[in-house]
């Protein structure tokens, strides 16, 4: 149980374009979600905390207006990274918690981002 | 400030040999305690995770690990090692007073020899 499905596995887009990625919990409700952002050969930073039915609240030194988290159901929350640059080429994971408060993170296969 | 330190950023172990990939926390509540492990390219797997109780944890693929709050460590160890548990470990702290945020370690890369 407890599976997060990460939609799409791999993107290449051009600078100047944005980005849709999905994270779903396919099997529980999950009223929060986070996304992390991987660099090569380091750990996961935590960017943001999606909430169900409200604002993302997002880590300091990330950019709201650049990366754009909507969380609209239980079951959904979508980054979207606008006007990507290469430099936001990246790995990006998303988590869900598990249905209580304590549960552990779950989290999707995560998205290569290639911005060329 | 929270963080969790994992020494070893690479270890080589012999198939069949025994495991040991070490965890340290600094933080000031008490924790939550996971570890996590990740294929190149993938997302990341839970291995075991401790809240409470019985400080020795089992989990997934026969590892275990041992809480220590004398020593703020959370070690992860097998074993017998198998060429297929050749990935990337992390370990990860939350607490509930920090909203149940989790804080990875660098990460230590398991290298299986056979």
């Known amino acids: 149980g407890a599976v997060v499905s990460q939609h799409p596995s791999r993107v290449i887009c051009k600078s100047g374009t944005s980005v849709k990625i999905e994270c779903r919990s396919l099997d529980f409700q999950a009223t929060t979600m986070f996304w992390y952002r991987q660099f090569p050969k380091q750990s996961l930073m935590l960017m943001a905390t999606?909430?169900?039915?409200?604002?993302?609240?997002?880590e300091q030194g990330v950019e709201k207006d650049k990366f754009l988290i909507n969380h609209a159901s239980l079951t959904l929350s979508t980054l979207t990274v606008t006007s990507a640059h290469p430099e936001d080429s990246s790995f990006y994971i998303c988590?869900?918690?598990?249905?209580?408060?304590?549960?552990?993170?779950?989290f999707g296969n995560g998205t290569r981002l290639t911005v060329t | 400030a929270q963080s969790v330190t994992q020494p070893d950023i690479h270890i080589t172990v012999s198939e069949g040999a025994s495991l040991e990939l070490r965890c340290n926390y600094s933080?000031?509540?008490?924790?939550?305690l996971f570890w996590y492990v990740q294929s190149p390219g993938q997302g990341l797997q839970l291995l075991l995770k401790?809240?409470?109780?019985?400080?020795l944890v089992q989990g997934i693929k026969g590892f275990e690990a041992e809480f220590k709050r004398s020593q703020s460590s959370f070690n992860l160890r097998k074993p017998s090692v198998h060429w297929s548990d050749a990935a990337e470990y992390f370990c990860a702290v939350g607490a509930r007073e920090y909203g149940n945020k989790l804080v990875f370690g660098a990460g230590t890369i398991l290298r299986v020899k056979s």
């Open positions: 401790y809240f409470s109780g019985d400080t």
């Open positions: 933080y000031g509540a008490t924790p939550y």
């Open positions: 988590s869900a918690r598990g249905p209580s408060g304590t549960s552990p993170l779950h």
């Open positions: 999606s909430n169900e039915g409200s604002k993302a609240t997002y």
